[in-house]
């Protein structure tokens, strides 16, 4: 156990919907990263957040948002939702920014 | 273009038959290099961090090893439980950049 909780386990919604992934960071950790894993591409980095400031932008859709809160833990939002943003979605927190990165234990996001 | 190739894709072994992985990279600002275990459906789990050439780290069957361009996970006498796709990640401050992954099979 790493530590880093990610609620829900599995979402299943349809097209053109709109879902919201949370995760609670290690106790102490202030940076949290997201990522996106599919089979064709990996574990892809998304976005960085370091108390409560977004750091970092990867490869994130428009339709894609973030934000870290005063409790330091993070939601990714997900609208307009396609086929193809069916995936696993990590999220990863360090105590600072560059320190080895742990990882939850994901929610498989399945759009219909 | 930040870039971090493992290989082999897959690597079959009997029980107690040791092997290496590859991790070659290329990533700007580099600050560390590590490695983490996936199984099916679950997160990443972290395995070592190494920051400069010539370190290794070593926890039970598995001794990561780092040069300025690869580095190496070698598995020595693994047992079935070590099957598992192991992923490389170069990492800066902000994002890691990760490797596509070695599957492992271990038959016993």
């Known amino acids: 156990d790493s530590g880093v909780t990610q609620t829900p386990k599995h979402l299943i919604t349809a097209t053109g919907q709109r879902v919201t992934l949370r995760c609670s960071p290690r106790?102490?950790?202030?940076?949290v990263y997201w990522y996106q894993q599919s089979l064709d591409q990996g574990l892809q980095f998304l976005i960085q957040?370091?108390?409560?400031?977004?750091?970092a932008k990867g490869n994130i859709l428009e339709r894609f948002s973030a934000q870290q809160f005063p409790d330091l833990h993070s939601e990714l939002n997900l609208s307009s939702l396609e086929l193809g943003d069916s995936a696993l979605y990590f999220c990863?927190?360090?105590?600072?920014?560059?320190?080895?990165?742990?990882f939850g234990p994901g929610t498989r996001l399945t759009v219909l | 273009e930040d870039q971090v190739t493992q290989s082999p894709e897959a690597l079959r072994l009997q029980e107690g038959e040791s092997s290496s992985l590859n991790c070659s990279y290329t990533?700007?600002?580099?600050?560390?290099l590590f490695w983490y275990r996936q199984d099916p459906g679950k997160g990443p789990e972290f395995l070592f961090t190494?920051?400069?050439a010539g370190e290794e780290k070593e926890k039970e069957r598995l001794k990561a090893t780092l040069t300025k361009k690869e580095s190496f996970l070698h598995i020595t006498a693994p047992k079935p439980e070590d099957s598992a796709t192991y992923l490389c990640?170069?990492?800066?401050?902000?994002?890691?950049?990760f490797g596509t992954g070695t599957r492992l099979l271990v038959s016993p």
């Open positions: 990863a927190s360090s105590a600072k920014a560059g320190d080895t990165q742990y």
């Open positions: 106790s102490g950790d202030l940076s």
């Open positions: 957040y370091y108390n409560g400031e977004e750091r």
């Open positions: 990533v700007s600002g580099l600050r560390g």
């Open positions: 190494l920051y400069s």
């Open positions: 990640a170069g990492g800066g401050f902000q994002k890691l950049v």
